[in-house]
């Protein structure tokens, strides 16, 4: 067996309530001023406004509450405005993916003094953070809380560029179920197939390792077992198995966007950029779209793995976890052709030449060609 490395730098605090040691962290951490970046309404639409300022009642707090979902880069340079005008001792990303991945990359533009562009493109470094982030998710899907990843949108090229370093690692990530508790079904629902392909696109990674495994498996196990009942609540009165549920739902996020920090993600996750480009599916639902196709591909590279797998899930053989995956998909309303997002066959080929190109596809296990690609969209048609 292969020799592997796990270190996961990210100190990670969870259970329902845990939003309360926020105050004495940030008291360790002998930090005073915040700069706390969110959604656009979130904060004050949940309520979790008040409840943050409850808790940080002593502390000093600039909020920057302009992100939006695929945060083009001037969200981010706007951000990084404020940090060169005003000096703060930590930053919080509070809310879904966009608004934690909005805090650390304004961080790492404004820490190297950069633009983020140069960043995005490599031509400046991501450097260590001289203040500590506290990534605290509202949703469960991204796992952006405990990964070294951001992903961001070039308006002028239409693209979708994801970024990893070390450095973007959060220093701590809070994940206090409650705060999911008023995710409505459809983001719940997108969550949860980003959760899920997350862990899959783990097991399939050249770069997979027993850990990840662990990891990735029961954050499948989980997702299975819960997301029914997650999804299928009116949030303003969860009962007590659907609250169960979503504390389960945060459990396997993390389970996941730990795997993928290891690992990365594999071909479905490359698939799905150009396709968020070319119509207006969430991520969530862009990367499900190809998860049952990929993973009939990749089977035969590491099928000893996931016999085991599929049967400690209680599932008899790769074609009833396609099964499951699809009728998954089927269950949460996720879109499951291209043509039903608008897409237009000619648009095939560019797809599959973007998504050879994104470095996701190098750790997917069974080296797919452009052809392989195509074909997988065709399927999906
Ligand atoms: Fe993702």
Redesign the pocket.
């Known amino acids: 067996m292969a020799v592997s490395v796990f270190n996961h730098p990210t100190k990670i605090i969870y259970g329902v309530d845990s939003l309360y040691k926020l105050e004495n962290e940030l008291k360790t951490l002998k930090c005073k001023s915040l700069f706390v970046v969110s959604g656009k309404k979130f904060l004050e639409n949940s309520g979790t406004k008040e409840k943050l300022l409850s808790i940080l009642k002593n502390f000093d707090i600039y909020f920057f509450n302009r992100v939006i979902p695929n945060p083009p880069s001037d969200v981010i340079e706007e951000a990084v405005k404020i940090l060169v005008a005003q000096k703060f001792d930590a930053a919080i990303g509070i809310g879904g993916g966009s608004a934690i991945d909005c805090a650390k990359l304004s961080l790492a533009v404004f820490n190297a003094g950069a633009n983020v562009k140069d960043l995005l493109y490599g031509k400046s470094p991501v450097l260590k953070r001289p203040i500590p982030l506290i990534a605290v998710p509202t949703t469960s899907?991204?796992g952006s809380e405990v990964t070294p990843f951001v992903t961001v949108r070039d308006k002028q090229l239409n693209k979708k560029i994801a970024l990893g370093s070390y450095f973007l690692y959060p220093e701590i990530a809070i994940i206090d179920p409650k705060l999911t508790f008023q995710m409505p079904p459809h983001i719940t629902a997108s969550t949860a197939l980003?959760a899920i392909?997350?862990a899959f696109e783990s097991l399939w990674s050249k770069d997979s390792q027993p850990i990840t495994d662990i990891f990735a498996e029961e954050s499948i196990k989980l997702i299975f077992e819960n997301i029914d009942y997650a999804v299928r609540c009116d949030c303003a009165v969860l009962d007590e198995r659907a609250q169960e549920a979503r504390v389960n739902m945060s459990m396997a996020s993390m389970l996941a966007g730990i795997a993928i920090s290891h690992t990365r993600?594999g071909a479905s996750?490359a698939i799905s950029y150009p396709i968020a480009v070319y119509s207006n599916i969430t991520?969530?639902f862009a990367?499900a779209l190809t998860l049952g196709e990929v993973l009939k591909l990749n089977y035969p590279f590491l099928s000893k793995k996931f016999d085991k797998i599929f049967s400690r899930l209680d599932i008899k053989d790769i074609e009833e976890m396609k099964g499951k995956i699809d009728s998954l998909k089927k269950n949460l309303s996720a879109p499951c052709s291209l043509r039903e997002l608008g897409i237009k066959e000619e648009n095939i080929s560019d797809i599959a030449e973007q998504s050879f190109d994104h470095p996701a596809m190098q750790k997917n296990i069974a080296p797919l060609t452009k052809k392989d690609i195509e074909n997988i969209l065709k399927t999906i048609y």
């Open positions: 899907g991204t980003d392909s997350h993600a996750d991520h969530g990367c």
